[in-house]
């Protein structure tokens, strides 16, 4: 019987002595792998690192389907021992990383009470940056926080933005009033030219008050008020000197 057996399975000795090789060898290959993975993580790997790590070693897991039965069991054995250290480190990582992002969540909604908007400006801006350096979490429960954090942040920026353009508004207004003021002095002197008796002492209190209370655009146009100025007391000397001549 053994040895019609024998007869039986010789054409297909050759490929079940290679499949036996490949195995072996894929084994010797998962086995390299294994230790290589496990020495590339260092004891203060970073929460990214060991994830990805994990999912590496869970592929290598996949892969040892290809072999025997033993072989299987002592590779798959061996890299979950691995993958249930890691997780403790994992898990010990987001807990970790969690209770510092929440933390500081809290500590920048109560911070923001009664804070006027440059303090609350910086303290955004300061959460922000103390954000980037806490670990990274688990994508959904990091995007999470993150959007629990914009919930603060957001609105201080948007006051910001809505401040900034009121100031722009306000600055607007001013330079489209000084310039006015000064066409308005610049007409005053050339009424003065044109008729030396001509009532301008209003007007020109008025463009003068104007250009007075300037503030943050003042300098703008400082030079220009100087020369407006300088102009219609030109005027009103060539007025006084043809009064003068009457």
Known sequence: ?????????????PYLEQR??????????????????ESGVGADAP???????QRQLRQLLDATRDLEGRERKALGDAIRAVLDGLKGRIDAQSS???????K????????????????????????????K???RLKR????????????????????????????????????SDARAALDGLRALADRLDADAHAAIDQ????????????????????????QALRRLDEARARARVRIEHQ
């Not at 970790?96 to 929440?102: H, L, T, V």
């Open 1 to 13: 019987f053994r040895a019609l057996v024998s007869r039986a399975i010789a054409p297909a000795k």
């Open 20 to 37: 036996a090789e490949k195995r072996q060898l894929g084994a010797q290959q998962l086995r390299e792998q294994l230790a290589a993975i």
């Open 47 to 53: 929460l990214p690192a060991l994830l990805s790590t």
């Open 96 to 102: 970790d990383g969690e209770a510092a992002k929440r």
């Open 104 to 131: 500081l969540i809290a500590g920048l909604r109560r911070e923001l009470v009664g804070a006027d908007a440059e303090g609350a400006r910086r303290l955004a801006l300061d959460a922000q940056e103390k954000w």
């Open 133 to 135: 350096t806490l670990p």
């Open 140 to 175: 959904t429960l990091d995007d999470t926080l993150w959007a629990e954090l914009r919930t603060l942040v957001d609105p201080v920026f948007e006051k910001v933005r809505e401040a900034r353009a009121e100031e722009n508004a306000r600055w607007d207004t001013q330079r």
């Open 203 to 226: 007007e020109l209190a008025a463009a003068r008050t104007t250009l007075d209370n300037l503030d943050e655009v003042a300098r703008e146009f400082d030079r220009d008020y100087r």
